[in-house]
């Protein structure tokens, strides 16, 4: 199993950006989730979708802002990133967990996600 990210790149403070993640592989996705990891922070949180139902979750920082979407037929996950600010800058790397759907609570915890993509760098400049 490979997820295959893209479309990170360098925007201007209150720009728009979409990253996508592409599983390959035999996978039966449960969920699939967008870390990051910020310059001389640990690996964070983001935005979590269920395979399922599509139910998300995501963390304070980016609600109202950040959307997941998911092509199920593709099996790929999208980031829509509005209203970017320079604290969004980071590496960020998809994620999937095989099998039956975690539930809400549980959709943030990293560790509840078997397979990582390789990140993809957002820089947002002020």
Known sequence: VQLQASGGGLVEAGSSLRLSCAASGSIGIGNM???????????????????????????????????????????TVYLQMNSLQPEDTAVYYCAAHQGGGLITGAMLTARNYEYWGQGTLVTVSS
């Open 33 to 75: 989730g967008w870390f990051r990891q910020r310059p001389g922070k640990e690996r964070e949180s983001v935005i979590a979708i269920r395979w399922s139902d599509g139910a998300t979750r995501y963390v304070d920082s980016v609600k109202g802002r950040f959307t997941i979407s998911r092509d199920r037929a593709k099996n």
